[in-house]
């Protein structure tokens, strides 16, 4: 009883505590028409930290610095294709949710249909081999044991 009215005065002062700890909203951005800008290319481009995620929805530190240091080159006049341009030489291609198509990224872009198209030729050939398969008629020994087996459990039933 004493561990349980410890833990619920822990958790209390924890839930009090919340609103306390809870930071702030950010600020609305002053400039919309770079925030629409910032927010589309960063659509685009993948968290660093996060992976699975693009850089318009990381909360990752990394992301944040990414997406103010776009904004920074928006605001000093680059366009989209540039920015993509430096972080795509700073990052690599990694950065970007939509690769180019290149040499060496030929099996991401083709390598789903490949996948695809042989697992339906193996089940074509699964498929084609079951139907050639032809059930082999029941010797007359094995024919006798089945109607035993039959009809010993027709017997056991009734």
């Given at each position: 009883?004493?561990?349980?009215?410890?833990?619920?005065?822990?958790?209390?002062?924890?839930?009090?505590?919340?609103?306390?700890?809870?930071?702030?909203?950010?600020?609305?951005?002053?400039?919309?028409?770079?925030?629409?800008?910032?927010?589309?290319?960063?659509?685009?481009?993948?968290?660093?930290?996060?992976?699975?995620?693009?850089?318009?929805?990381?909360?990752?530190?990394?992301?944040?610095?990414?997406?103010?240091?776009?904004?920074?080159?928006?605001?000093?006049?680059?366009?989209?294709?540039?920015?993509?341009?430096?972080?795509?030489?700073?990052?690599g291609?990694?950065?970007?949710?939509?690769?180019?198509?290149?040499?060496?990224?030929?099996?991401?872009?083709?390598?789903?249909?490949?996948?695809?198209?042989?697992?339906?030729?193996?089940?074509?050939?699964?498929?084609?081999?079951?139907?050639?398969?032809?059930?082999?008629?029941?010797s007359?020994?094995?024919?006798?044991?089945?109607?035993?087996?039959?009809?010993?459990?027709?017997?056991?039933g009734?």
């Open positions: 009883m004493r561990k349980f009215i410890l833990l619920a005065g822990l958790l209390l002062c924890t839930g009090l505590a919340a609103p306390v700890l809870a930071k702030e909203a950010a600020p609305a951005a002053e400039d919309q028409a770079l925030e629409a800008r910032v927010h589309a290319i960063a659509e685009d481009l993948r968290c660093l930290v996060c992976q699975n995620q693009n850089l318009a929805d990381s909360h990752a530190e990394l992301a944040i610095d990414l997406k103010n240091e776009i904004r920074e080159m928006f605001r000093k006049g680059m366009t989209e294709q540039q920015v993509t341009d430096f972080l795509v030489q700073r990052y291609d990694f950065v970007l949710y939509r690769p180019p198509v290149k040499s060496n990224t030929w099996l991401l872009w083709i390598g789903p249909f490949l996948l695809l198209a042989g697992g339906l030729g193996v089940l074509f050939v699964k498929l084609r081999k079951r139907r050639q398969q032809v059930a082999a008629p029941l007359v020994e094995e024919r006798a044991a089945a109607e035993r087996l039959l009809d010993s459990n027709g017997k056991e009734a």
